[in-house]
């Protein structure tokens, strides 16, 4: 069904009984050409992606709970290409076009808005930095603008300009870069994957996997055995659980990390703003709530809770730059499981046994690749060749020492 003014306006007129399931409840088959486990965005963009741009249309996505139960459906929205590293700024540039494009392409009120993200910058070596980054971005055709204390106050005149530790001095302003609803963004992947003949299959868990001398050819699952050519995994927090059922032991470690929304207000803040003196970023969604959350959690975990210390490290951060936050009432928290990688940075690539595939170590910013990651992958898999874009994120930059290591932390996936 295509969703239009014109189908609102006949369903309208028949009390709303015309519409459609989003996508079909498959039953699994015996064999598919590709599998992709894990139902979240990464891993339905993947699916759409091969179908759509692949032609490949015998695809199974299993996922163990249900659409949007994860990540995809747990975290804050934002949506940004403002990175430093050649590695880098090409893909999520990828994806931010792609975001561009995206409600277009699915038919699918993703609610992207482009409200602009806005870097606080606090002393004289942060200007110099951000704009660093801001001009490494101008020289790949990303847009960004260095804002002085002035640029800041006219967008968000509520901060704290003289806070005695972080005075605000500016900030780095990527005016694409915004948020999009992010359960939305499953539920449109979904759609269009579905409506293209992917197979989508709910409450159904690997176990294991099918090995044929050597190469993988299929999955156990909690519904049986099914099997295909190639099996792509995009799992996020569960990457190495899934990984140790290979036989793979990958350098990603999963760890909490945390959200918070509050009571609605009037509309306040205007677009993405973070702090940068301490981890603190935040947002107001479209029913009025400010949206925040600041460091994961520090501990391996495959929790989809945390706990208080980072409640109270986060708002301490929230209040530091908006003390009026601290007026507010808090209506929720809660979890999920970060693929956190040795350098912060992605693996889309090979895994080393025929017939696997892996899509790896979003750490906390694989909302915003979404749509480049599924394309990527959907690349990799059709044409067993990494796509131009994603061509740094291989597995064995690991051992050959050519990270990419956007925040320069080291191999400290609780610093990324
Ligand atoms: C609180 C929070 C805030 C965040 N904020 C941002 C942000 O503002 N911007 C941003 O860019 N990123 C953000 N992120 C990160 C982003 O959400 C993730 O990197 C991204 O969603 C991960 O990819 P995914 O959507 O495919 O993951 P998921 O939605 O987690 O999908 C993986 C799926 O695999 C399934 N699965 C796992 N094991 C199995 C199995 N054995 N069999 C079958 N299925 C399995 C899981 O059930 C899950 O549905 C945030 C994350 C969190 C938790």
């Known amino acids: 069904m295509h969703y239009s003014l014109f189908s609102l306006f006949k369903n309208a007129l028949n009390g709303h009984r015309g519409w459609t399931p989003t996508w079909r409840d498959a039953e699994p088959r015996l064999n598919y050409e590709v599998i ?30 249900w659409i949007g139960g994860g990540n995809v ?42 409200r602009g993200v806005l870097n606080l910058y606090h002393s004289d070596a942060q200007r110099d930095a951000f704009a660093r980054r801001g001009n490494a ?39 694409r870069g915004g948020t999009a609803r992010h359960d939305a963004v499953a539920w449109g992947y979904a759609r269009a994957a579905s409506d293209r003949g992917v197979d989508i299959i709910q409450n159904c868990e690997v176990k294991g996997f099918v090995r044929e001398g050597g190469a993988i050819v299929g999955v156990e699952t909690t519904r049986g055995t099914i099997r295909a050519k190639k099996i792509g995994m995009a799992v996020a927090g569960n990457t190495s659980k899934v990984g140790t059922m290979a036989g793979l032991r990958l350098p990603i470690e999963s760890h909490v990390l945390q959200a918070f929304v509050t009571e609605g207000l009037k509309p306040l803040i205007p677009g993405v703003i973070t702090f940068g003196a301490g981890h603190f970023y935040v947002s107001q969604s479209d029913k009025g709530g400010l949206v925040f959350g600041g460091d994961i959690d520090g501990y391996n975990s495959y929790a989809q809770r945390g706990n208080m210390p980072v409640v109270e490290d986060v708002c301490e951060g929230g209040m530091a730059v908006m003390p009026m ?3 507010l009432r808090l209506l929720r928290s809660w979890g999920g499981i970060m693929d956190m990688s040795m350098d912060g940075s992605p693996i889309i690539d090979k895994s080393g046994i025929d017939g696997l595939y892996l899509n790896c170590g979003w750490c906390y910013g694989g909302f ?33 020492g050519a990270v990419i290591d956007e925040k320069g932390q080291g191999a400290q996936p609780n610093l990324h």
Not at 44 to 60: E, M, P
Not at 91 to 99: D, I
Not at 155 to 166: Q, V, W
Request: overall charge positive.
């Open 73 to 114: 459906g747990r975290n804050t929205t934002i949506v940004r290409s403002n990175y430093m590293l050649p590695g880098n700024i090409p893909f999520y540039e990828h994806a931010m076009k792609l975001w561009e494009g995206l409600e277009q392409d699915l038919n699918y009120n993703a609610m992207m808005s482009q």
């Open 368 to 400: 915003k690749a979404t749509p480049a990651s599924g394309w990527c992958f959907a690349h990799l898999i059709a044409k067993d060749q990494p796509h131009e874009v994603a061509a740094a994120y291989r597995l064995n930059r690991f051992e050959t």
């Open 325 to 327: 936050i601290g007026r």
């Open 36 to 65: 992709i486990i894990g139902g979240g965005g990464h891993g339905l963009a993947t699916a759409y992606y091969l179908a759509k741009n692949h032609g490949i249309t015998n695809v199974a996505v299993i996922e163990k709970g």
């Open 137 to 175: 971005m101008r020289l790949h055709g990303v847009d960004a603008e260095l804002l002085d204390r002035d640029g800041v106050k006219a967008m968000a005149p509520f901060l704290n300009f003289d806070n005695a530790r972080f005075p605000i001095q500016g900030g780095l302003l990527q005016r």
